[in-house]
């Protein structure tokens, strides 16, 4: 009884964390412009250097919360903690202008136990999306120049999150094939705001619009894996990943003003007179998660050697996204499904010894390409936004423990700068702690 008091004590810890940490600047992307904003990766420490692969790896020794049905692999004697933190550097780029920046953020944290030797669970909280921009665009051109007084000037930005809590169940029912369910509730809010003006009309109004979204759901996702032993230490693992489509329920204002001068900010418009307000809920359907398919193979030398590949198509295009249509569109970006593709490694030289520390460390790395589902315009190729990136990473042991801190890298790019486009350069340092402790092992003395 004494460790499920630490465990309750340890999530509300790692809760109030989280949601202190929620107000945290998590990205600069103007493409995290529509609705909710960027979705997140699913994986934790371990997935990150691995190319963000997970959905058929599983280890006694960290967490994997892709596939819930990887929970069944944990030590049957331990409990786990895992937490994060990751580092990130941009530079967006366009044909007229760069810039850089960077932060750095809680990334997540989850516990993991076994219920009994049917069943083993896994509680953990994390950001799911994520809105962060500031830009703007303006109308001048050889006919039009910035002088005029018909030169005007659009002011855009954006910022908030919505986060994951989750409760995930693994079973085994038979020998090898492990099933698993998350039960996920989401929340959080996102804003944007626009005011467009002309600067140099001084009668001028400005018109601001201001956008607020906020969510609260519940939804589920699951995993099958089943392991294949084809000899002594070699393995073959087989997994699946299938997230339903999910209807997300919430509230949605919006408020449009028109006034003759900003407040000190520069973003609160004095004198203003409103044109239109709406305060609302969010009609079932309204607001939809994808339904998400994913298939991935893991080949295992146990102790020594994991090469593993995932697949996974998220079928946007059938679902509603306010703002985004599933057409493609000749002067704004669209909605269309997203497929992605990523590819793991890791190798331990020899973890029994002793004597060499670098040979118990767990080297580390993977590749992943994704085909997003923002759509470029028609007048700018009408092709999915594409991400690729690199990771490599490290695993470090404690002496005498299974405890470890792991280390991972990302250097990626996303977008171009093609047809007036936006590019994105991006690195991203991760550091974690996966913490292995004995709660659950029966004393012979007291």
Same mark, same amino acid.
């Given at each position: 009884?004494?460790?499920?008091?630490?465990?309750?004590?340890?999530?509300?810890?790692?809760?109030?964390?989280?949601?202190?940490?929620?107000?945290?600047?998590?990205? =600069?992307?103007?493409?995290?412009?529509?609705?909710?904003?960027?979705?997140?990766?699913?994986?934790?420490?371990?997935?990150?250097?691995?190319?963000?692969?997970?959905?058929?790896?599983?280890?006694? =020794?960290?967490?994997?919360?892709?596939?819930?049905?990887?929970?069944?692999?944990?030590?049957?004697?331990?409990?786990?903690?895992?937490?994060?933190?990751?580092?990130?550097?941009?530079?967006?780029?366009?044909?007229?202008?760069?810039?850089?920046?960077?932060?750095?953020?809680?990334?997540?944290?989850?516990?993991?136990?076994?219920?009994?030797?049917?069943?083993?669970?896994?509680?953990?909280?994390?950001?799911?999306?994520?809105?962060?921009?500031?830009?703007?665009?303006?109308?001048?051109?050889?006919?039009?120049?910035?002088?005029?007084?018909?030169?005007?000037?659009?002011?855009?930005?954006?910022?908030?999150?919505?986060?994951?809590?989750?409760?995930?169940?693994?079973?085994?029912?038979?020998?090898?094939?492990?099933? /698993?369910?998350?039960?996920?509730?989401?929340? #959080?809010?996102?804003?944007?705001?626009?005011?467009?003006?002309?600067?140099?009309?001084?009668? /001028?109004?400005?018109?601001?619009?201001?956008?607020?979204?906020a969510v609260k759901d519940l939804?589920?996702?699951?995993?099958?894996?089943?392991?294949?032993?084809?000899?002594?230490?070699?393995?073959?693992?087989?997994?699946?990943?299938?997230?339903?489509?999910?209807?997300?329920?919430?509230? =949605?204002?919006?408020?449009?003003?028109?006034?003759?001068?900003?407040?000190?900010?520069?973003?609160?418009?004095?004198?203003?007179?409103?044109?239109?307000?709406?305060?609302?809920?969010?009609?079932?359907?309204?607001?939809?998660?994808?339904?998400?398919?994913?298939?991935?193979?893991?080949?295992?030398?146990?102790?020594?050697?994991?090469?593993?590949?995932?697949?996974?198509?998220?079928?946007?295009?059938?679902?509603?996204?306010?703002?985004?249509?599933?057409?493609?569109?000749?002067?704004?970006?669209?909605? #269309?499904?997203?497929?992605?593709?990523?590819?793991?490694?890791?190798?331990?030289?020899?973890?029994?010894?002793?004597?060499?520390?670098?040979?118990?460390?767990?080297?580390?790395?993977?590749?992943?390409?994704?085909?997003?589902?923002?759509?470029?315009?028609?007048?700018a190729g009408g092709d999915n936004?594409?991400?690729?990136?690199?990771?490599?990473?490290?695993?470090?042991?404690?002496?005498?423990?299974?405890?470890?801190?792991?280390?991972?890298?990302?250097? #990626?790019?996303?977008?171009?700068?093609?047809? #007036?486009?936006?590019?994105?350069? =991006?690195?991203?340092?991760?550091?974690?702690?996966?913490?292995?402790?004995?709660?659950?092992?029966?004393?012979?003395?007291?």
């Amino acid at each position: 009884m004494h460790n499920i008091y630490k465990v309750v004590v340890i999530f509300l810890l790692a809760a109030c964390l989280s949601t202190a940490a929620s107000a945290q600047k998590r990205t =600069y992307s103007p493409y995290s412009r529509y609705d909710l904003g960027d979705w997140q990766e699913s994986g934790f420490g371990r997935n990150d250097a691995m190319g963000h692969t997970g959905i058929a790896l599983n280890s006694p =020794y960290n967490l994997n919360s892709i596939n819930p049905a990887s929970y069944f692999s944990m030590d049957s004697l331990s409990f786990f903690f895992e937490g994060g933190l990751t580092g990130f550097d941009q530079k967006i780029q366009s044909d007229e202008m760069s810039a850089r920046f960077s932060d750095i953020n809680f990334s997540y944290f989850a516990i993991g136990f076994p219920l009994a030797k049917w069943g083993f669970m896994s509680i953990g909280i994390k950001p799911e999306s994520i809105v962060g921009y500031e830009f703007f665009d303006d109308n001048s051109s050889a006919d039009i120049a910035p002088t005029s007084s018909n030169y005007s000037r659009s002011n855009y930005m954006g910022t908030g999150n919505t986060t994951k809590a989750y409760a995930g169940l693994a079973i085994s029912p038979v020998e090898n094939l492990s099933l /698993g369910a998350h039960f996920s509730y989401l929340f #959080g809010s996102v804003k944007h705001f626009s005011i467009a003006q002309f600067p140099n009309d001084i009668s /001028g109004h400005k018109l601001a619009t201001s956008e607020k979204i906020a969510v609260k759901d519940l939804y589920m996702d699951f995993g099958v894996q089943y392991r294949l032993n084809l000899k002594e230490r070699h393995n073959l693992v087989i997994g699946a990943i299938y997230s339903p489509q999910s209807g997300i329920g919430g509230k =949605y204002k919006k408020l449009v003003a028109q006034g003759t001068a900003f407040d000190r900010d520069g973003t609160t418009i004095l004198n203003a007179d409103t044109i239109s307000y709406s305060n609302q809920k969010l009609k079932s359907g309204t607001l939809e998660l994808p339904a998400k398919y994913g298939f991935g193979l893991a080949y295992n030398i146990d102790d020594l050697l994991t090469v593993t590949a995932d697949y996974s198509l998220a079928k946007w295009s059938e679902s509603d996204f306010p703002g985004l249509d599933s057409k493609p569109a000749e002067n704004k970006f669209s909605i #269309g499904d997203e497929q992605k593709i990523a590819f793991g490694v890791e190798f331990i030289p020899n973890y029994r010894s002793a004597s060499f520390y670098p040979s118990r460390v767990k080297y580390r790395l993977g590749t992943s390409y994704t085909k997003e589902y923002l759509v470029a315009p028609l007048s700018a190729g009408g092709d999915n936004l594409k991400d690729f990136g690199i990771t490599f990473g490290l695993g470090l042991p404690l002496k005498r423990s299974k405890t470890s801190f792991n280390l991972g890298f990302e250097w #990626g790019q996303r977008g171009s700068t093609n047809h #007036g486009l936006v590019k994105e350069k =991006y690195m991203r340092l991760t550091l974690n702690l996966t913490l292995h402790e004995y709660w659950f092992m029966k004393r012979k003395f007291d």
